[in-house]
C-alpha cells in the first residue's frame, strides 16, 4: 500500500529559534488571542516552512538514494528537529488557550503534541537511527539461493524482482522460495531493534499525555472509540469479505490440490498473487467469474500502445485537471522519481512528498508499465492534489482531516479510472460493453483490490497496539502477528515459523520497520465508498447508473465537491452497495458449490524443500469429481467452521 510523507512522520530539523515572544514567560500566562494569532502566523509559520523543508529535502535524498552519507545527514537534520519541536512548543504553552476560538486553540494544540520529538536529545536520536536502520534493512533488502540458477550469487531485490514472481508465477514452491526468503532477510536483523524501538515509542507517547504510543496514534481521529468503530466496521463487510475468501479458495484449490489449498482452511499466504496477501489482483485470471468477457486490466494494452511512465503519469494528470483541479507545476515533473534508477540503492515504496514550501511537490516510485501501477499512480497524485488544495494555509493545517482522509483522495478518484466505461472512453479498451457480466468481471477486479485488503489493513495496527500496550512481546510478536492474520484475514504461513528461530514476518512489511501507522488504509476503504458516492451524486452520474457504473470524469461539479468539503461519519453502507451485485452472485455460487464460509483456524499446507525447478513442480491440481480423505475431511469439519465463524 502507498504512504504519503506527512507532518506527523517527518517532525524534523530545526534552526535557532528567535520568536518575537520570548517564551520565557509563566505557561499559560498570555490569555491575548491576538499575540497567540501574530505569533503563529509571523514567526512560527515562516520558520516552520523552512524547517520542514530542510527535513523533507533530506530524507528525500536518502530515500532517492541510500547512501551512509544521507543517512547520516538525515539523522543530523532529525536531531535538530527535536529542538525545534519542543521550543516550539514551549513557546505555544506560553498562552492560555482556555477562552480562544476554536481555530486559534487548535493551531496551538497541534504543536503542543510533537511525537517522537518530545524525547530528550540523546533518546530521539536513538529512536531516529533504530528506525532508519530497520528501513534500511528493508529497503536493500535481497533475496539469494534460488534453486535452478545457475549462477549461484543471483539476488533479486523486492521491487521489481520478488514482485513479479508473486505476481506472475503459479509454481508454488518457487512462490514459498520468495515469500519465505523475503521474509528471513527482513525479520531476524530487525527483531532486537523493536523492543527498544517499543519501548522509546512509549516513552514519547506518554510525553504526548497518551499512555502508548498506539494510543498516541488512534488520537488523530479525534474519536473516543476509534478502535471500537473500525471493529464495528469490520463486522459490516466481515461477510461479503468471507464470501470472497470461500469463492477464491475454491477456484486455487483446483490450480494447487487440497493438501496446498484446502477447501476449509484458511489460504496459503503466498499463492494470492502479492507478497503480503494484502491485494488479489494478480490472481484475477484465475477467478474471474467470466474469463471469456472482458476484463479491465489494460497492463497489455498499455504496453501494445507504447505507454512510457510519463504518459501514465499525464494520463491521471489530465483526470485531475478534467475535474477543474489544479494542475501539477513544473517542478513536479522535473524532480520526482517516477522509475527506479540502475546506479543507486532507492526505496521504492509509492510515496507523495510536500516540500512545505508552497511549491514544490512530488511523487517517489519505482514505476512499471502495468495496471496497478496505473492505479496506484493516481492514488499518489490524489495526494498531491490535496498538497495544492491546502498549500495556501497554515503549516498546522497542511495534512488531512485524519490520516485516512488523506489516503482516501486518490483512491476515490481511481473507483472511476478503473470502470470498463472511463478506461474506453480513454483508449485502453477496444470496446465497452455494459452488461451482467462485464459488471461481474469489474466488480470482482475491484473486490480482489478492496476488499482483500480490508482485514490485512485493520490487523497491520491491531498488532502493533498490541505490541505498544504491552500485550504483546518480543517473545511471542510473530506468534501474535500470525494469529490475527489467520483468525482475520484467513491466511496462513505456508512454512512453519517461530518466534525461537528470531522470525519476525512483521518486519517484511514496509510500514512496520518505517514508523507509519497503517490503520488509514482501512479508513481509506470505508471513506472512499462515501467520498465516490457524494461525487456521483453532484455529477449527475447516478440518476442512470449504479453506483459502480459511476465515472464522474471532466465533472466540474465533482471537483468542486472534491475541493471542498467530504468528511462525514464512517459508514460502509456506500462500499456494501457499490458491491452488491457481486455480492449476490458469491452468495449463490458458494451455495451452488456447498462452500463452507469461514475458515479452520488449525488447518496448515504440505510443506517440503524445494530442490530444483524441474524436479519439484507445481503441485498437480486434483480432480474436482474425486472423493479423496480430504474432501470427506473437508465435509466433516464445515460444520465446525460455520459454528466458529457464527459465534465470532
Known amino acids: 500500500m502507498n504512504a504519503f510523507i ?50 523533507v529535502s533530506a530524507s528525500w535524498d536518502y530515500q532517492t538514494n541510500i547512501t551512509q552519507y544521507n543517512q547520516e545527514h538525515m539523522l543530523e537534520e532529525s536531531a535538530n528537529a527535536g529542538e525545534f519541536q519542543k521550543d516550539a512548543r514551549v513557546c505555544a504553552l506560553v498562552f492560555d488557550r482556555s477562552d480562544f476560538t476554536f481555530d486559534t486553540e487548535r493551531r496551538l494544540d497541534s504543536l503542543v503534541y510533537i511525537g517522537s520529538s518530545a524525547l530528550n536529545d540523546d533518546k530521539l536520536n536513538e529512536y531516529n537511527q533504530i528506525v532508519a536502520d530497520m528501513e534500511a534493512i528493508y529497503s536493500t533488502g535481497k533475496v539469494c539461493d534460488k534453486p535452478g540458477d545457475e549462477d549461484p550469487d543471483t539476488c533479486y531485490s523486492l521491487d521489481p524482482d520478488l514482485y513479479e514472481v508473486m505476481a506472475t508465477s503459479q509454481n508454488y514452491n518457487e512462490l514459498v522460495w520468495a515469500w519465505e526468503g523475503w521474509r528471513d532477510v527482513c525479520g531476524p536483523p530487525m527483531k532486537p531493534m523493536y523492543p527498544r524501538y517499543v519501548e522509546l515509542a512509549n516513552e514519547a507517547a506518554l ?50 490440490g487440497e493438501d496446498y489449498v484446502s477447501l476449509y482452511g484458511a489460504l496459503p499466504a503466498h499463492v494470492l498473487g502479492n507478497m503480503w496477501a494484502q491485494d488479489w489482483a494478480n490472481i484475477g485470471d484465475l477467478v474471474m467469474p467470466y474469463p471469456d468477457s472482458p476484463t479491465i486490466d489494460v497492463t497489455d494494452s498499455l504496453i501494445e500502445q507504447g505507454y512510457t511512465v510519463d504518459d501514465m503519469f499525464q494520463l491521471s494528470e489530465e483526470f485531475f485537471v478534467s475535474l477543474g483541479l489544479i494542475p501539477s507545476p513544473e517542478s513536479f515533473w522535473e524532480d520526482s522519481m517516477f522509475e527506479k534508477p540502475d546506479d543507486r540503492e532507492v526505496t521504492c515504496h509509492a510515496s507523495a512528498w510536500d516540500f512545505f514550501n508552497r511549491k514544490d511537490f512530488r511523487i517517489k516510485m519505482c514505476t512499471k508499465i502495468n495496471h496497478n501501477d496505473l492505479i496506484v499512480i493516481h ?32 483512491d476515490t478518484i481511481a473507483l472511476s479510472v478503473q470502470t470498463p466505461e472511463h478506461l474506453y472512453k480513454v483508449g485502453l479498451l477496444d470496446e465497452f460493453v455494459q452488461d451482467e457480466e462485464t ?145 449476490e452472485w458469491l452468495k449463490a455460487e458458494n451455495e451452488k458449490n456447498d462452500e463452507i464460509i469461514g475458515w479452520d483456524l488449525n488447518w496448515r499446507p504440505l510443506e517440503h524443500k524445494w530442490t530444483a525447478p524441474e524436479a519439484d513442480p507445481t503441485p498437480a491440481p486434483v480432480d474436482a469429481g474425486t472423493a479423496t480423505g480430504s474432501t470427506i475431511w473437508t465435509t466433516f469439519l464445515g460444520f465446525f467452521v460455520i459454528l466458529y465463524n457464527f459465534i465470532a
Open 6 to 55: 506527512s507532518l506527523f512522520v517527518l517532525l524534523s530539523i530545526g534552526l535557532a529559534f528567535s520568536a518575537a515572544i520570548t517564551c520565557n514567560e509563566t505557561e499559560g500566562s498570555i490569555t491575548d488571542e491576538n499575540e497567540a494569532i501574530d505569533w503563529l502566523n509571523n514567526t512560527y509559520n515562516p520558520q516552520a516552512e523552512i524547517v520542514f523543508f530542510n527535513t
Open 207 to 256: 510525553l504526548n499525555d497518551q499512555p502508548d504510543m498506539g494510543a498516541y496514534w488512534r488520537s488523530w481521529y479525534e474519536m473516543d472509540n476509534f478502535e471500537e468503530e473500525v471493529l464495528r466496521l469490520w463486522r459490516e463487510v466481515k461477510p461479503f469479505y468471507q464470501q470472497l475468501h470461500a469463492y477464491v479458495r475454491r477456484k486455487l484449490s483446483k490450480v494447487y
Open 379 to 410: 492514488h499518489e497524485m490524489g495526494h498531491t492534489q490535496y498538497f495544492f488544495q491546502y498549500a495556501p494555509h497554515p503549516v498546522e493545517y497542511r495534512d488531512g482531516a485524519n490520516p485516512g482522509f488523506h489516503e482516501a483522495v486518490g
Open 439 to 583: 459488471d461481474l468481471n469489474f466488480l470482482m477486479s475491484m473486490a480482489l483490490q478492496k476488499i482483500a485488503f480490508l482485514p490485512f489493513s485493520l490487523l497491520v495496527d491491531m498488532w502493533r497496539w498490541e505490541v505498544f500496550a504491552g500485550n504483546v512481546t518480543e517473545y511471542n510478536y510473530n506468534e501474535r502477528w500470525w494469529q490475527l492474520r489467520t483468525e482475520l484475514q484467513g491466511v496462513v504461513s505456508p512454512v512453519t515459523r517461530s518466534d525461537l528461530v528470531m522470525d519476525f514476518d512483521p518486519g517484511a512489511k514496509y510500514h512496520i520497520p518505517a514508523d507509519v501507522p497503517y490503520i488509514r488504509y482501512f479508513v481509506s476503504h470505508i471513506l472512499q465508498f462515501q467520498f465516490h458516492k457524494a461525487l456521483c451524486e453532484v455529477a449527475g452520474e447516478l440518476e442512470d447508473k449504479e453506483l459502480h457504473q459511476c465515472d464522474i470524469y471532466e465533472s466540474k461539479e465533482a471537483g468542486k465537491k472534491l475541493g471542498v468539503h467530504l468528511y462525514k461519519d464512517m459508514d460502509a453502507g456506500p462500499l456494501l452497495e457499490f458491491y452488491k451485485p457481486l455480492t
